[in-house]
């Protein structure tokens, strides 16, 4: 069966610090994965999907980026954290048929 | 512009009360509706669906949801709650984008059920 693994749970890091979160699937291939942001009150923002390896789209701009280094492997990252980047992130995945998504049990990013 | 609407932000409700928590979808995007529940820091979990067939589809735990294209809605529906339904629930919708679709949510419905 297919699992959805997302780390760290939770996150405090202080402003400018770089970030690194990572999601992993097991159990399909050439899954289409995304990076969601949940800030209170305002629902879930895509930031990010890819369809492959090394391809990545990006939603809305920010000072945030993703990488897919490899089929199974979602990465976001930030080189300097702000205050606003504070929030609950979400990874998730599709099958090719994008008829259903699967998501990791998030992580609360708190930047103080 | 394709989008997905969750009418209400927050809906108290008394236990054994019905609720209907509503959604309404531009009509640009694929029929393809979902409702994803989630319960306090934890992910979104598929609670029920809607892709071709039958326009009234059924979670296990009671919840109901019907398809209605001419007013493009998918409203989420339960005749009697119970204090474990009290959680966020989004409305969610497959947009195409290129040759690929992906899931686009509306805002969410927290809803909170009271003794």
């Known amino acids: 069966s297919q699992t959805i693994h997302q780390w760290p749970a939770t996150l405090v890091q202080p402003v400018g610090s770089p970030l690194s979160l990572e999601c992993t699937v097991e159990?399909?291939?050439?899954?289409?994965l995304y990076w969601y942001r949940q800030a209170a009150g305002r629902g879930l923002q895509l930031l990010f999907y890819?369809?492959?390896?090394?391809?990545i789209s990006s939603e809305v701009p920010q000072n945030l980026s993703a990488s897919r280094p490899q089929d199974r492997q979602f990465i976001l990252s930030s080189k300097k954290l702000l205050l606003s980047d504070s929030g609950f992130y979400l990874c998730?995945?599709?099958?090719?048929?994008?008829?259903?998504?699967?998501f990791g049990q998030g992580t609360r990013l708190t930047v103080v | 512009a394709q989008s997905v609407t969750q009418l209400d932000s927050q809906v108290p409700v008394f236990e054994e009360a019905p609720v209907e928590l509503r959604c309404n979808y531009s009509?640009?995007?694929?029929?393809?509706l979902f409702w994803y529940v989630q319960y306090p820091n934890q992910g979104l979990q598929l609670l029920l669906k809607y892709l071709s067939g039958s326009t009234l589809v059924e979670s296990i735990n009671g919840f109901e949801a019907e398809f209605n294209k001419s007013q493009t809605s998918f409203h989420l529906r339960k005749p009697s709650v119970h204090i474990s339904d009290t959680a966020e629930y989004f409305c969610a919708a497959v947009r195409t984008l290129g040759s690929q679709g992906n899931l686009i949510f509306g805002k969410g419905t927290k809803l909170s059920v009271k003794p």
């Open positions: 998730a995945w599709c099958g090719q048929s994008n008829t259903e998504a699967f």
């Open positions: 159990g399909t291939s050439n899954p289409n």
């Open positions: 890819s369809v492959g390896i090394g391809q």
């Open positions: 009509s640009s995007v694929s029929v393809y």
